[in-house]
Protein backbone atom coordinates (compact mmCIF):
# COMPACT_ATOMS: atom_id res chain seq x y z
CA UNK A 1 0.00 0.00 0.00
CA UNK A 2 1.85 3.38 -0.77
CA UNK A 3 2.06 5.62 1.63
CA UNK A 4 3.03 9.48 1.75
CA UNK A 5 5.90 9.39 4.77
CA UNK A 6 7.02 11.86 6.99
CA UNK A 7 9.92 12.44 5.02
CA UNK A 8 8.62 12.55 1.75
CA UNK A 9 6.08 15.68 2.82
CA UNK A 10 9.69 16.98 4.31
CA UNK A 11 11.94 16.34 0.80
CA UNK A 12 8.63 17.39 -0.92
CA UNK A 13 7.73 20.98 0.96
CA UNK A 14 11.56 21.59 0.76
CA UNK A 15 11.81 21.33 -2.93
CA UNK A 16 8.53 23.11 -4.22
CA UNK A 17 9.06 25.95 -2.31
CA UNK A 18 12.54 26.47 -4.15
CA UNK A 19 10.55 25.63 -7.11
CA UNK A 20 7.99 27.97 -7.31
CA UNK A 21 10.65 30.98 -6.49
CA UNK A 22 13.15 29.82 -8.97
CA UNK A 23 10.34 29.49 -11.65
CA UNK A 24 9.21 32.84 -11.41
CA UNK A 25 12.81 34.37 -11.55
CA UNK A 26 13.37 32.56 -14.37
CA UNK A 27 10.36 33.30 -16.26
CA UNK A 28 11.25 37.04 -15.17
CA UNK A 29 15.07 36.31 -16.93
CA UNK A 30 13.60 34.98 -19.99
CA UNK A 31 10.71 37.81 -19.76
CA UNK A 32 13.15 40.36 -20.06
CA UNK A 33 15.22 38.75 -23.07
CA UNK A 34 12.30 38.73 -25.20
CA UNK A 35 10.80 42.06 -23.65
CA UNK A 36 14.69 43.19 -25.23
CA UNK A 37 14.56 41.58 -28.64
CA UNK A 38 10.89 43.15 -28.82
CA UNK A 39 11.60 46.89 -27.36
CA UNK A 40 11.82 48.42 -30.45
CA UNK A 41 7.77 46.98 -31.34
CA UNK A 42 6.28 48.76 -28.38
CA UNK A 43 8.41 52.17 -27.54
CA UNK A 44 7.10 54.76 -28.77
CA UNK A 45 4.19 53.52 -30.52
CA UNK A 46 1.35 55.19 -27.71
CA UNK A 47 0.40 51.29 -26.91
CA UNK A 48 -2.57 51.29 -24.57
CA UNK A 49 -2.09 49.56 -20.98
CA UNK A 50 -4.35 46.65 -22.38
CA UNK A 51 -2.38 45.75 -25.55
CA UNK A 52 0.65 45.60 -23.40
CA UNK A 53 -0.72 43.89 -20.61
CA UNK A 54 -2.54 41.37 -23.44
CA UNK A 55 1.73 40.84 -25.06
CA UNK A 56 3.04 40.36 -21.42
CA UNK A 57 0.55 37.88 -20.81
CA UNK A 58 0.45 35.57 -23.76
CA UNK A 59 4.91 35.99 -23.70
CA UNK A 60 4.67 34.25 -20.55
CA UNK A 61 2.52 31.50 -21.50
CA UNK A 62 4.98 30.74 -24.12
CA UNK A 63 7.87 30.99 -22.18
CA UNK A 64 6.39 28.45 -19.22
CA UNK A 65 8.02 25.35 -21.17
CA UNK A 66 11.50 26.72 -21.34
CA UNK A 67 11.39 27.97 -18.15
CA UNK A 68 10.51 25.04 -16.44
CA UNK A 69 13.79 23.28 -17.18
CA UNK A 70 16.36 25.88 -15.49
CA UNK A 71 13.90 26.02 -12.81
CA UNK A 72 13.95 22.28 -11.82
CA UNK A 73 18.06 22.28 -12.25
CA UNK A 74 18.24 25.19 -9.99
CA UNK A 75 15.74 24.04 -7.18
CA UNK A 76 17.28 20.49 -7.45
CA UNK A 77 20.86 22.13 -6.71
CA UNK A 78 19.95 24.34 -3.95
CA UNK A 79 17.86 21.80 -2.32
CA UNK A 80 20.28 18.75 -1.87
CA UNK A 81 22.75 21.44 -1.63
CA UNK A 82 21.11 23.08 1.70
CA UNK A 83 20.82 18.63 2.64
CA UNK A 84 24.35 18.04 2.60
CA UNK A 85 25.72 21.47 3.74
CA UNK A 86 22.89 21.33 7.15
CA UNK A 87 24.35 17.36 6.85
CA UNK A 88 20.38 16.48 6.68
CA UNK A 89 21.42 14.21 3.58
CA UNK A 90 23.99 12.32 5.35
CA UNK A 91 21.79 12.11 8.23
CA UNK A 92 18.85 10.38 5.78
CA UNK A 93 21.99 7.87 4.35
CA UNK A 94 22.84 7.11 8.32
CA UNK A 95 19.48 6.17 8.49
CA UNK A 96 19.88 3.15 5.37
CA UNK A 97 17.94 5.56 3.41
CA UNK A 98 20.01 5.51 -0.34
CA UNK A 99 19.67 8.58 -2.70
CA UNK A 100 17.16 6.57 -4.80
CA UNK A 101 14.82 6.54 -2.13
CA UNK A 102 15.52 10.33 -0.78
CA UNK A 103 14.41 11.47 -4.58
CA UNK A 104 11.31 9.33 -5.21
CA UNK A 105 8.85 11.69 -4.44
CA UNK A 106 10.58 14.87 -5.97
CA UNK A 107 10.98 11.97 -9.15
CA UNK A 108 6.88 11.80 -8.95
CA UNK A 109 6.70 15.15 -8.69
CA UNK A 110 8.83 15.93 -11.54
CA UNK A 111 7.14 13.46 -14.07
CA UNK A 112 3.89 15.77 -13.14
CA UNK A 113 5.97 19.07 -14.16
CA UNK A 114 7.08 17.50 -17.20
CA UNK A 115 3.60 16.44 -17.80
CA UNK A 116 2.44 20.13 -17.19
CA UNK A 117 5.06 21.24 -19.53
CA UNK A 118 4.56 18.88 -22.29
CA UNK A 119 0.36 20.25 -21.68
CA UNK A 120 1.58 23.46 -22.37
CA UNK A 121 3.28 23.07 -25.30
CA UNK A 122 0.79 21.10 -26.92
CA UNK A 123 -2.29 22.92 -25.56
CA UNK A 124 -1.54 26.26 -24.57
CA UNK A 125 1.54 27.18 -26.13
CA UNK A 126 0.16 27.06 -30.01
CA UNK A 127 -2.87 29.20 -28.70
CA UNK A 128 -0.45 32.01 -27.22
CA UNK A 129 2.04 31.73 -29.49
CA UNK A 130 -0.52 32.71 -32.88
CA UNK A 131 -1.85 35.45 -30.56
CA UNK A 132 1.03 36.60 -29.32
CA UNK A 133 3.04 37.13 -33.20
CA UNK A 134 -0.37 38.34 -34.52
CA UNK A 135 -0.11 41.26 -31.73
CA UNK A 136 2.99 41.66 -32.74
CA UNK A 137 2.47 42.14 -36.28
CA UNK A 138 -0.52 44.45 -35.03
CA UNK A 139 2.07 46.66 -33.46
CA UNK A 140 4.26 47.14 -36.10
CA UNK A 141 1.84 47.99 -38.42
CA UNK A 142 0.41 50.75 -36.04
CA UNK A 143 1.88 54.29 -36.50
CA UNK A 144 3.68 55.90 -33.93
CA UNK A 145 2.68 58.79 -31.80
CA UNK A 146 4.79 61.72 -32.75
CA UNK A 147 7.94 62.76 -30.58
CA UNK A 148 9.86 64.67 -32.90
CA UNK A 149 13.89 64.19 -31.72
CA UNK A 150 15.72 67.06 -32.01
CA UNK A 151 18.88 67.83 -34.18
CA UNK A 152 17.75 64.31 -36.81
CA UNK A 153 15.22 63.53 -39.18
CA UNK A 154 12.40 62.25 -38.61
CA UNK A 155 10.77 60.22 -40.98
CA UNK A 156 8.24 58.10 -39.07
CA UNK A 157 5.67 59.59 -40.83
CA UNK A 158 4.61 58.88 -44.79
CA UNK A 159 5.70 61.03 -47.73
CA UNK A 160 7.77 63.31 -44.98
CA UNK A 161 10.91 64.26 -43.54
CA UNK A 162 11.10 66.16 -40.50
CA UNK A 163 13.87 68.75 -38.70
CA UNK A 164 13.70 70.16 -35.28
CA UNK A 165 16.88 72.25 -34.55
CA UNK A 166 15.41 72.71 -31.29
CA UNK A 167 12.18 72.06 -29.11
CA UNK A 168 10.20 73.25 -25.86
CA UNK A 169 8.78 70.43 -24.51
CA UNK A 170 6.61 72.51 -21.65
CA UNK A 171 4.92 74.81 -25.00
CA UNK A 172 5.05 72.35 -27.56
CA UNK A 173 7.14 74.90 -30.00
CA UNK A 174 9.16 73.80 -32.94
CA UNK A 175 11.91 76.38 -33.72
CA UNK A 176 14.40 76.05 -36.86
CA UNK A 177 11.98 73.48 -38.95
CA UNK A 178 12.66 71.45 -42.11
CA UNK A 179 10.10 69.98 -43.55
CA UNK A 180 10.56 67.22 -47.10
CA UNK A 181 7.10 66.43 -48.64
CA UNK A 182 7.61 63.61 -51.07
CA UNK A 183 4.36 62.59 -51.91
CA UNK A 184 4.30 63.58 -54.81
CA UNK A 185 7.29 62.00 -55.76
CA UNK A 186 10.99 62.44 -55.05
CA UNK A 187 11.77 65.26 -58.09
CA UNK A 188 8.48 67.37 -57.25
CA UNK A 189 9.03 67.42 -53.48
CA UNK A 190 7.89 70.24 -51.72
CA UNK A 191 10.51 72.00 -48.85
CA UNK A 192 9.12 73.82 -46.13
CA UNK A 193 11.42 76.07 -43.73
CA UNK A 194 10.06 77.85 -40.82
CA UNK A 195 11.24 79.69 -37.89
CA UNK A 196 9.15 77.68 -35.84
CA UNK A 197 5.97 76.15 -35.88
CA UNK A 198 3.81 73.58 -33.77
CA UNK A 199 2.36 70.04 -34.45
CA UNK A 200 -0.66 68.54 -33.18
CA UNK A 201 -2.97 65.59 -32.98
CA UNK A 202 -6.50 66.03 -34.00
CA UNK A 203 -9.66 64.39 -31.92
CA UNK A 204 -9.92 61.46 -34.01
CA UNK A 205 -6.09 60.36 -34.06
CA UNK A 206 -6.95 60.21 -37.80
CA UNK A 207 -4.56 63.42 -38.76
CA UNK A 208 -1.82 65.80 -37.91
CA UNK A 209 -2.09 69.48 -37.80
CA UNK A 210 0.64 71.17 -38.80
CA UNK A 211 1.11 75.26 -37.61
CA UNK A 212 4.15 76.94 -39.25
CA UNK A 213 5.32 80.52 -38.97
CA UNK A 214 7.27 82.99 -40.69
CA UNK A 215 9.13 80.64 -43.37
CA UNK A 216 9.02 79.69 -46.98
CA UNK A 217 7.86 76.68 -49.29
CA UNK A 218 9.65 75.55 -52.93
CA UNK A 219 7.90 73.19 -54.74
CA UNK A 220 9.11 71.79 -58.46
CA UNK A 221 5.89 71.78 -61.05
CA UNK A 222 7.86 69.29 -63.18
CA UNK A 223 5.11 66.95 -65.75
CA UNK A 224 6.17 63.28 -65.31
CA UNK A 225 4.70 63.16 -68.49
CA UNK A 226 6.74 65.79 -70.51
CA UNK A 227 10.31 65.73 -70.02
CA UNK A 228 11.83 69.59 -69.99
CA UNK A 229 15.49 70.73 -69.73
CA UNK A 230 14.16 73.67 -67.70
CA UNK A 231 11.99 72.73 -64.78
CA UNK A 232 9.66 75.62 -63.64
CA UNK A 233 9.61 75.84 -59.33
CA UNK A 234 7.37 77.83 -57.20
CA UNK A 235 8.77 79.86 -54.19
CA UNK A 236 6.21 81.03 -51.29
CA UNK A 237 6.83 83.05 -48.19
CA UNK A 238 4.40 82.84 -45.66
CA UNK A 239 4.03 84.70 -42.24
CA UNK A 240 1.46 81.36 -41.05
CA UNK A 241 0.59 78.67 -42.90
CA UNK A 242 -1.86 75.57 -41.75
CA UNK A 243 -1.71 71.99 -43.37
CA UNK A 244 -3.33 68.50 -42.19
CA UNK A 245 -1.12 65.40 -42.77
CA UNK A 246 -3.11 61.95 -42.20
CA UNK A 247 -1.68 59.89 -39.93
CA UNK A 248 -3.72 56.79 -38.41
CA UNK A 249 -2.37 56.12 -34.74
CA UNK A 250 -5.36 54.32 -33.60
CA UNK A 251 -4.39 50.44 -33.22
CA UNK A 252 -5.79 47.50 -34.87
CA UNK A 253 -5.32 44.22 -34.20
CA UNK A 254 -4.50 41.76 -37.30
CA UNK A 255 -6.32 38.62 -38.04
CA UNK A 256 -5.09 35.65 -36.17
CA UNK A 257 -5.65 33.42 -39.56
CA UNK A 258 -1.81 34.77 -40.67
CA UNK A 259 0.02 32.77 -37.74
CA UNK A 260 -2.18 29.51 -38.99
CA UNK A 261 0.76 27.93 -41.24
CA UNK A 262 2.86 28.81 -38.32
CA UNK A 263 4.68 25.27 -36.98
CA UNK A 264 4.85 26.57 -32.93
CA UNK A 265 0.80 27.55 -33.12
CA UNK A 266 -0.10 23.75 -33.87
CA UNK A 267 -0.27 20.90 -31.33
CA UNK A 268 1.47 17.69 -32.13
CA UNK A 269 -1.64 16.32 -34.03
CA UNK A 270 -2.09 18.76 -36.44
CA UNK A 271 1.47 18.75 -37.33
CA UNK A 272 1.45 15.13 -38.08
CA UNK A 273 -1.46 15.72 -40.19
CA UNK A 274 0.49 18.58 -41.97
CA UNK A 275 3.69 16.97 -42.32
CA UNK A 276 1.94 13.84 -43.69
CA UNK A 277 0.01 16.14 -46.61
CA UNK A 278 3.20 17.81 -47.12
CA UNK A 279 5.74 14.44 -47.49
CA UNK A 280 2.67 13.47 -49.91
CA UNK A 281 2.56 16.10 -51.89
CA UNK A 282 6.31 16.82 -52.33
CA UNK A 283 6.35 13.14 -53.14
CA UNK A 284 3.58 13.82 -56.00
CA UNK A 285 5.48 17.17 -57.20
CA UNK A 286 8.62 15.32 -57.10
CA UNK A 287 6.85 12.24 -59.89
CA UNK A 288 5.17 15.07 -61.58
CA UNK A 289 8.56 16.46 -61.67
CA UNK A 290 10.22 13.24 -63.26
CA UNK A 291 7.74 12.54 -65.70
CA UNK A 292 7.60 15.86 -66.89
CA UNK A 293 11.59 15.96 -67.64
CA UNK A 294 11.29 12.62 -69.23
CA UNK A 295 8.99 13.78 -71.70
CA UNK A 296 10.92 17.07 -72.19
CA UNK A 297 14.21 18.07 -71.61
CA UNK A 298 15.69 14.44 -71.19
CA UNK A 299 13.23 12.82 -73.84
CA UNK A 300 15.15 10.24 -76.41
CA UNK A 301 15.27 11.76 -80.05
CA UNK A 302 12.09 11.00 -82.15
CA UNK A 303 12.30 9.30 -85.20
CA UNK A 304 11.17 10.68 -88.32
CA UNK A 305 8.32 8.40 -90.06
CA UNK A 306 8.80 7.16 -93.32
CA UNK A 307 6.04 9.54 -94.74
CA UNK A 308 7.88 12.64 -93.91
CA UNK A 309 10.92 11.77 -96.01
CA UNK A 310 11.63 10.33 -99.60
CA UNK A 311 14.78 9.25 -99.55
CA UNK A 312 15.61 8.78 -95.63
CA UNK A 313 13.27 6.05 -94.11
CA UNK A 314 14.43 6.69 -90.17
CA UNK A 315 16.48 9.48 -88.89
CA UNK A 316 18.34 8.94 -85.22
CA UNK A 317 20.71 11.82 -83.37
CA UNK A 318 22.98 9.47 -82.85
CA UNK A 319 23.57 8.30 -86.23
CA UNK A 320 24.65 12.08 -87.09
CA UNK A 321 27.88 13.96 -86.84
CA UNK A 322 26.62 16.70 -85.01
CA UNK A 323 29.60 18.84 -85.39
CA UNK A 324 30.61 18.12 -88.81
CA UNK A 325 27.07 19.63 -89.71
CA UNK A 326 27.93 22.62 -87.76
CA UNK A 327 31.04 23.19 -89.46
CA UNK A 328 29.42 23.55 -92.80
CA UNK A 329 27.20 25.70 -91.75
CA UNK A 330 27.57 29.54 -92.66
CA UNK A 331 28.19 32.31 -90.28
CA UNK A 332 24.79 33.32 -90.07
CA UNK A 333 23.03 29.74 -89.09
CA UNK A 334 25.53 28.79 -86.77
CA UNK A 335 24.55 32.45 -84.82
CA UNK A 336 21.00 31.21 -85.02
CA UNK A 337 21.73 27.21 -83.58
CA UNK A 338 23.90 28.99 -80.85
CA UNK A 339 21.24 31.40 -80.03
CA UNK A 340 18.75 29.01 -79.59
CA UNK A 341 20.87 26.38 -77.67
CA UNK A 342 21.27 29.08 -75.26
CA UNK A 343 17.19 30.17 -75.02
CA UNK A 344 16.46 26.49 -74.64
CA UNK A 345 19.54 26.25 -71.23
CA UNK A 346 18.26 29.62 -70.16
CA UNK A 347 14.33 28.61 -70.04
CA UNK A 348 15.33 24.70 -68.77
CA UNK A 349 17.76 26.71 -66.21
CA UNK A 350 15.20 28.76 -65.19
CA UNK A 351 12.87 25.94 -65.06
CA UNK A 352 13.97 23.84 -62.87
CA UNK A 353 15.14 25.95 -60.57
CA UNK A 354 11.98 27.45 -60.02
CA UNK A 355 10.81 23.76 -59.93
CA UNK A 356 13.29 23.51 -57.10
CA UNK A 357 12.58 26.33 -55.09
CA UNK A 358 9.58 25.16 -55.04
CA UNK A 359 10.07 21.49 -53.86
CA UNK A 360 12.83 23.12 -51.02
CA UNK A 361 10.47 25.32 -49.81
CA UNK A 362 7.94 22.68 -49.23
CA UNK A 363 10.80 20.24 -47.77
CA UNK A 364 11.79 22.72 -45.57
CA UNK A 365 8.52 23.44 -43.80
CA UNK A 366 8.19 19.79 -43.56
CA UNK A 367 11.31 19.89 -41.73
CA UNK A 368 10.85 22.67 -39.40
CA UNK A 369 6.78 20.79 -38.68
CA UNK A 370 8.86 17.60 -37.75
CA UNK A 371 11.52 19.34 -35.62
CA UNK A 372 8.46 21.25 -33.85
CA UNK A 373 6.59 17.46 -33.11
CA UNK A 374 10.02 16.31 -31.70
CA UNK A 375 10.50 19.75 -29.49
CA UNK A 376 7.46 19.22 -27.84
CA UNK A 377 8.88 16.12 -26.67
CA UNK A 378 12.23 16.81 -25.99
CA UNK A 379 11.70 19.62 -24.18
CA UNK A 380 8.97 18.02 -21.51
CA UNK A 381 12.03 15.19 -20.94
CA UNK A 382 14.45 17.76 -20.40
CA UNK A 383 12.70 18.29 -16.96
CA UNK A 384 13.28 15.04 -15.95
CA UNK A 385 16.41 15.20 -17.01
CA UNK A 386 17.78 18.19 -15.39
CA UNK A 387 16.54 17.11 -12.09
CA UNK A 388 18.68 13.85 -12.20
CA UNK A 389 21.49 16.08 -12.73
CA UNK A 390 20.66 18.89 -10.45
CA UNK A 391 19.79 16.54 -7.51
CA UNK A 392 23.02 14.05 -7.12
CA UNK A 393 25.22 17.08 -8.23
CA UNK A 394 23.66 19.15 -5.45
CA UNK A 395 24.32 16.31 -3.06
CA UNK A 396 27.97 16.23 -4.01
CA UNK A 397 28.47 19.80 -4.02
CA UNK A 398 26.61 19.87 -0.69
CA UNK A 399 26.99 24.28 -1.07
CA UNK A 400 23.10 25.14 -0.97
CA UNK A 401 21.92 28.53 -1.17
CA UNK A 402 22.00 31.09 -4.54
CA UNK A 403 25.64 31.24 -5.19
CA UNK A 404 27.34 27.84 -6.35
CA UNK A 405 24.18 26.30 -7.44
CA UNK A 406 23.40 29.31 -9.63
CA UNK A 407 27.17 29.23 -11.41
CA UNK A 408 26.86 25.72 -11.61
CA UNK A 409 23.10 25.37 -13.11
CA UNK A 410 23.73 28.45 -15.30
CA UNK A 411 26.71 26.98 -17.01
CA UNK A 412 24.45 23.09 -17.42
CA UNK A 413 22.15 25.17 -18.98
CA UNK A 414 23.84 26.74 -21.59
CA UNK A 415 25.60 23.71 -22.34
CA UNK A 416 22.02 22.44 -22.57
CA UNK A 417 21.58 25.16 -24.65
CA UNK A 418 24.11 25.35 -27.07
CA UNK A 419 23.49 21.41 -28.05
CA UNK A 420 20.06 21.54 -28.21
CA UNK A 421 19.93 25.13 -30.75
CA UNK A 422 22.70 23.33 -32.78
CA UNK A 423 20.80 20.16 -32.96
CA UNK A 424 17.46 21.98 -34.07
CA UNK A 425 19.69 24.29 -36.72
CA UNK A 426 21.19 21.36 -38.28
CA UNK A 427 17.61 19.28 -38.27
CA UNK A 428 16.26 22.70 -39.89
CA UNK A 429 18.47 22.96 -42.47
CA UNK A 430 18.53 19.02 -43.50
CA UNK A 431 22.18 18.34 -42.73
CA UNK A 432 21.47 16.19 -39.97
CA UNK A 433 18.02 13.50 -39.83
CA UNK A 434 15.04 15.58 -37.82
CA UNK A 435 15.01 13.34 -34.92
CA UNK A 436 18.79 13.11 -34.64
CA UNK A 437 18.90 16.70 -34.65
CA UNK A 438 16.16 17.21 -31.47
CA UNK A 439 17.01 14.49 -29.27
CA UNK A 440 21.12 15.22 -29.62
CA UNK A 441 20.39 17.28 -26.20
CA UNK A 442 18.51 14.32 -25.05
CA UNK A 443 21.40 12.11 -25.94
CA UNK A 444 24.26 14.09 -24.52
CA UNK A 445 22.91 14.76 -21.04
CA UNK A 446 20.82 11.47 -19.98
CA UNK A 447 23.86 9.20 -19.71
CA UNK A 448 25.08 12.38 -17.47
CA UNK A 449 22.74 12.24 -15.12
CA UNK A 450 22.50 8.45 -15.09
CA UNK A 451 26.35 8.59 -14.13
CA UNK A 452 26.11 11.68 -11.77
CA UNK A 453 23.22 9.97 -9.76
CA UNK A 454 24.50 6.75 -9.42
CA UNK A 455 28.31 8.23 -8.33
CA UNK A 456 26.24 10.53 -5.55
CA UNK A 457 24.20 6.76 -4.61
CA UNK A 458 27.49 5.10 -4.34
CA UNK A 459 28.81 8.36 -2.33
CA UNK A 460 31.80 8.50 -4.99
CA UNK A 461 34.11 11.82 -4.75
CA UNK A 462 33.59 11.85 -8.65
CA UNK A 463 33.75 16.04 -8.04
CA UNK A 464 36.40 15.99 -5.31
CA UNK A 465 39.17 18.66 -6.85
CA UNK A 466 41.68 16.77 -4.05
CA UNK A 467 41.24 13.23 -6.14
CA UNK A 468 42.24 14.56 -9.32
CA UNK A 469 44.74 16.68 -7.85
CA UNK A 470 46.32 13.78 -6.09
CA UNK A 471 45.88 11.50 -10.35
CA UNK A 472 47.43 14.75 -11.63
CA UNK A 473 50.29 14.85 -9.80
CA UNK A 474 50.33 11.59 -10.06
CA UNK A 475 50.72 11.17 -13.57
CA UNK A 476 53.15 14.77 -13.88
CA UNK A 477 55.43 12.31 -11.55
CA UNK A 478 54.45 15.17 -8.80
CA UNK A 479 54.86 14.73 -5.29
CA UNK A 480 54.19 16.37 -2.04
CA UNK A 481 56.49 17.43 0.71
CA UNK A 482 56.55 15.68 4.08
CA UNK A 483 54.97 17.93 7.16
CA UNK A 484 55.20 16.74 10.43
CA UNK A 485 54.54 18.25 13.65
CA UNK A 486 55.54 17.52 17.62
CA UNK A 487 52.48 15.32 19.09
CA UNK A 488 50.51 16.66 21.65
CA UNK A 489 50.18 13.46 23.05
CA UNK A 490 52.78 10.64 23.25
CA UNK A 491 52.20 7.54 24.79
CA UNK A 492 55.32 5.28 23.37
CA UNK A 493 58.65 7.17 23.21
CA UNK A 494 60.90 6.12 20.20
CA UNK A 495 63.51 3.06 21.46
CA UNK A 496 66.57 5.42 20.76
CA UNK A 497 69.04 2.38 21.74
CA UNK A 498 67.60 0.39 18.85
CA UNK A 499 67.18 2.77 16.47
CA UNK A 500 70.64 3.94 15.10
CA UNK A 501 71.46 0.44 13.94
CA UNK A 502 67.93 -0.02 12.16
CA UNK A 503 68.78 3.25 10.41
CA UNK A 504 72.45 2.31 9.39
CA UNK A 505 71.06 -1.50 8.24
CA UNK A 506 68.45 0.98 5.78
CA UNK A 507 71.00 3.20 4.69
CA UNK A 508 73.26 0.23 3.74
CA UNK A 509 70.10 -1.57 1.90
CA UNK A 510 69.02 1.94 0.00
CA UNK A 511 72.96 1.47 -1.00
CA UNK A 512 72.55 -1.40 -2.53
CA UNK A 513 69.42 -1.38 -4.11
CA UNK A 514 71.14 1.63 -6.00
CA UNK A 515 73.91 -0.33 -6.94
CA UNK A 516 72.04 -3.72 -7.74
CA UNK A 517 69.69 -2.05 -10.36
CA UNK A 518 72.14 1.16 -11.40
CA UNK A 519 69.26 3.76 -11.23
CA UNK A 520 71.33 5.95 -12.70
CA UNK A 521 71.59 3.62 -16.30
CA UNK A 522 68.83 3.91 -18.74
CA UNK A 523 66.73 1.10 -18.62
CA UNK A 524 66.38 -1.78 -21.65
CA UNK A 525 63.47 -1.30 -23.40
CA UNK A 526 62.24 -4.69 -24.44
CA UNK A 527 63.27 -5.98 -21.02
CA UNK A 528 61.61 -3.01 -19.21
CA UNK A 529 58.10 -4.81 -20.48
CA UNK A 530 58.61 -8.58 -21.18
CA UNK A 531 59.74 -8.76 -16.96
CA UNK A 532 56.63 -9.51 -15.24
CA UNK A 533 58.38 -9.74 -11.85
CA UNK A 534 57.31 -6.76 -9.43
CA UNK A 535 59.76 -4.89 -7.20
CA UNK A 536 59.15 -6.26 -3.80
CA UNK A 537 62.83 -4.98 -2.37
CA UNK A 538 61.68 -1.26 -3.26
CA UNK A 539 58.11 -1.70 -1.39
CA UNK A 540 60.02 -3.09 1.76
CA UNK A 541 62.57 -0.75 1.69
CA UNK A 542 59.74 2.19 1.34
CA UNK A 543 57.77 0.01 4.16
CA UNK A 544 60.74 0.01 6.67
CA UNK A 545 61.53 3.81 6.50
CA UNK A 546 57.77 4.78 6.75
CA UNK A 547 57.86 2.35 9.73
CA UNK A 548 61.00 3.99 11.45
CA UNK A 549 59.63 7.64 10.72
CA UNK A 550 56.24 6.69 12.29
CA UNK A 551 58.28 5.75 15.39
CA UNK A 552 60.50 8.43 15.75
CA UNK A 553 57.98 10.94 15.24
CA UNK A 554 56.61 10.31 18.62
CA UNK A 555 59.80 12.31 20.20
CA UNK A 556 59.53 15.27 22.06
CA UNK A 557 62.41 16.79 20.19
CA UNK A 558 61.84 19.30 17.71
CA UNK A 559 65.35 19.17 15.96
CA UNK A 560 64.93 15.42 15.58
CA UNK A 561 61.31 16.32 13.94
CA UNK A 562 63.30 18.66 11.65
CA UNK A 563 65.22 16.03 10.13
CA UNK A 564 62.31 13.61 9.84
CA UNK A 565 60.41 16.14 7.52
CA UNK A 566 63.56 15.66 5.34
CA UNK A 567 62.70 12.30 4.60
CA UNK A 568 61.44 11.95 0.79
CA UNK A 569 58.12 10.58 0.19
CA UNK A 570 58.52 7.65 -2.71
CA UNK A 571 55.78 6.21 -4.78
CA UNK A 572 56.95 2.68 -4.89
CA UNK A 573 55.85 1.87 -8.04
CA UNK A 574 56.57 4.68 -10.11
CA UNK A 575 59.80 3.51 -11.12
CA UNK A 576 58.33 0.47 -13.23
CA UNK A 577 56.00 -0.40 -15.83
CA UNK A 578 52.59 1.23 -15.37
CA UNK A 579 50.21 -1.91 -15.13
CA UNK A 580 50.27 -4.67 -12.83
CA UNK A 581 48.85 -7.14 -15.24
CA UNK A 582 51.52 -8.75 -18.26
CA UNK A 583 50.01 -8.19 -21.85
CA UNK A 584 48.86 -4.41 -20.73
CA UNK A 585 52.55 -3.75 -20.41
CA UNK A 586 53.26 -5.59 -23.65
CA UNK A 587 50.63 -3.95 -25.45
CA UNK A 588 52.03 -0.23 -24.46
CA UNK A 589 55.93 -1.15 -25.35
CA UNK A 590 54.58 -2.69 -28.88
CA UNK A 591 52.54 0.82 -29.57
CA UNK A 592 55.46 2.49 -29.56
CA UNK A 593 54.88 6.13 -29.33
CA UNK A 594 52.86 5.15 -26.00
CA UNK A 595 55.42 2.75 -25.09
CA UNK A 596 58.08 5.59 -25.89
CA UNK A 597 56.38 8.04 -23.30
CA UNK A 598 56.31 5.58 -20.73
CA UNK A 599 59.91 4.99 -21.22
CA UNK A 600 61.23 8.13 -20.77
CA UNK A 601 59.17 8.37 -18.15
CA UNK A 602 60.21 5.46 -15.91
CA UNK A 603 63.70 6.70 -16.56
CA UNK A 604 63.22 9.96 -14.93
CA UNK A 605 62.00 8.51 -12.00
CA UNK A 606 64.81 5.96 -11.81
CA UNK A 607 66.96 8.66 -11.51
CA UNK A 608 64.76 10.57 -9.09
CA UNK A 609 64.94 7.40 -7.00
CA UNK A 610 68.74 7.14 -6.96
CA UNK A 611 68.70 10.34 -5.57
CA UNK A 612 66.05 9.45 -3.09
CA UNK A 613 68.20 6.95 -2.16
CA UNK A 614 71.24 8.64 -1.47
CA UNK A 615 68.71 11.71 0.56
CA UNK A 616 67.41 8.23 3.07
CA UNK A 617 71.07 7.48 3.86
CA UNK A 618 71.48 11.17 4.27
CA UNK A 619 68.75 11.86 7.01
CA UNK A 620 69.55 8.43 8.16
CA UNK A 621 72.95 10.11 9.46
CA UNK A 622 71.10 12.93 10.60
CA UNK A 623 69.09 10.99 12.13
CA UNK A 624 71.63 8.42 14.44
CA UNK A 625 73.42 11.85 15.09
CA UNK A 626 70.57 13.40 16.54
CA UNK A 627 69.15 10.52 18.43
CA UNK A 628 73.25 10.52 19.97
CA UNK A 629 72.19 14.12 21.25
CA UNK A 630 69.49 13.04 22.75
CA UNK A 631 70.83 9.73 24.73
CA UNK A 632 73.73 11.94 25.85
CA UNK A 633 71.02 14.57 26.73
CA UNK A 634 72.43 17.41 25.50
CA UNK A 635 69.25 18.09 23.42
Known sequence: ?????????????????????????????????????????????????????????????TLVPLSLPLAVLLAALITFGNFGERFELLAMKAAGISLLKIMRPLIVFI????????????????????????????????????????GVFYDEIDGYNLYVRHKDRDTGMLYDVLIYNFEKGFENAQI????????????????????????????????????????????????????????DSEFNMADEGIMGNSEKSKDMWTLQADADSMQT????????????????????????????????????????????????????????????????????????????????????????????????????????????????LGGIIRKGGLGMPVVVSVAIFIIYYIINNTGYKMARDGKWIVWMGMWISTAVL??????????????????NADAYLHWIKKILGLRSVRHLYRKEVIIHDPDYARLPAELQALSADCRAYADKHRLKQAPNYFRL????????????????????????????????????????????????RPFRAYWPNVVCG????????????????????????ERIAKANEDATYVIGQIQAGKI
Open 192 to 247: IKADSGRLEMTADKQHLYLHLYSGEQFENLKDQSVSRKNIPYRRESFREKHAIIEF
Open 1 to 61: MLRIKKLDIFILKSFCLLFAGTFFICLFIFMMQFLWKYVDELVGKGLELNVLAQFFFYAAL
Open 529 to 576: WLDAGEDKEMESINARMETLIEEMSNTKSPTLIGVLNNYPIIPARAHV
Open 281 to 392: RNDSIGRAFFAEAMQTTYAPPAKLDKRDTLKIEEAVWSEYNVDSLYDVSTLNEKEKVLSAASARAKDASSDWSFKSLNVSITDANLRRHNAAWHEKLTLSLSCLIFFFIGAP
Open 590 to 613: ICFPVGLFFYFRIWAFRLRLSKDM
Open 446 to 463: APVGAFLTYKSNKDSVVL
Open 111 to 150: TFVSCVSFYFQNVIGPKAYAKLYTLLISMKQKSPEVDIPE
